[in-house]
């Protein structure tokens, strides 16, 4: 909750059974740890080919954290064989452009108004030094 952007308002949203199944190998999780304290983590949805979670803890923004996830992230869902992977982000935000610069492409808006971004394999690679 120390995230400055793409907050959760209302945590009951989350439904725990939804975490237990990606952790539990429908998907999977990662973490930074900076002096043994978590400051970043990223969870993927095997199922649904989605981005659950990027987030850095603002103090840790800038380093290089997000992109380190993100790009774990991504390389574990294409090893797998998806294609194509989405998410969805408020607009007008940080999160947004770091989106953009990774390779992901605007593909709509979200009924909830947050933009809803896909990235294909293919153009990850292209993107990826």
Do not use: Q
């Not at 090893?79 to 992977?85: A, L, M, N």
């Not at 990774?102 to 896909?118: C, D, L, P």
């Amino acid at each position: 909750m120390s995230v400055r952007e793409n907050r959760i308002p209302d945590l009951s949203v989350l439904d725990p059974r939804d975490i237990d199944r990606m952790l539990g190998g429908d998907g999977c999780g990662w973490v930074c740890e900076v002096d043994d304290r978590i400051v970043g983590f990223a969870m993927a949805d095997l199922s649904k080919a989605n981005v659950y979670a990027l987030f850095v803890e603002p103090a840790f923004e800038g380093r290089g954290i997000g992109r380190r996830l993100h790009d774990t992230m991504m390389r574990w869902f294409f090893d797998r064989g998806i294609p194509e992977v989405w998410l969805s982000t408020d607009p007008n935000t940080r999160a947004e452009a770091f989106y953009r610069r990774a390779g992901w492409t605007a593909a709509g808006t979200r009924a909830n108004g947050e933009i809803r971004f896909t990235l294909s394999r293919e153009r990850w690679l292209a993107n990826t030094p």
